[in-house]
């Protein structure tokens, strides 16, 4: 039986890829992302703010409203396909830790992306 190979960031940026191509498989990504988030607020804490602004980058670069580096767009990408897989690092179904991973690679991706997240929140508050 063949076994599942564990998602590593690596991979979920070379996903990202496919997603970013393909733009048309990002809302069903995002939509999944935002349930799953729902579901494990309590576990998302720490990130969920990042978290939160990541989708929102995402989908106003989708909808061509915001025009963020495409690096910035695969990296928030890729942290949300990390979240979305269950099958990470530390797995979803480990008791208490299976989140940890996530919310450090979120936190990861955020902080690489300071001046991307500023920039967006700035465009945001123009728009309210």
């Known amino acids: 039986m063949p076994t599942k190979r564990v998602l590593t960031f690596e991979r979920a940026m070379t996903r990202?890829?496919?997603?970013v191509g393909?733009?048309?498989k990002l809302p069903?990504?995002?939509?999944?992302?935002?349930g799953k988030a729902e579901q494990h607020y309590e576990s998302l804490l720490a990130s969920w703010e990042s978290?939160?602004?990541?989708?929102?980058?995402?989908?106003?670069w989708l909808?061509?409203?915001?025009?963020?580096?495409?690096q910035s767009i695969l990296m928030a990408v890729g942290a949300?396909?990390?979240?979305?897989?269950?099958?990470?690092?530390?797995?979803?179904?480990v008791p208490v830790l299976g989140f940890v991973d996530d919310v450090c690679l979120i936190n990861s991706a955020a902080r690489a992306n300071l001046r991307v997240i500023s920039s967006f929140r700035n465009w945001e508050v123009s728009f309210r």
């Open 80 to 93: 949300v396909i990390y979240f979305v897989s269950s099958f990470d690092l530390i797995p979803d179904a």
């Open 22 to 24: 393909h733009k048309e």
């Open 28 to 34: 069903w990504l995002l939509d999944k992302a935002t």
């Open 16 to 19: 990202a890829q496919s997603y």
């Open 63 to 70: 909808a061509g409203t915001y025009p963020a580096p495409v």
């Open 51 to 60: 978290f939160q602004l990541f989708i929102r980058l995402i989908r106003c």
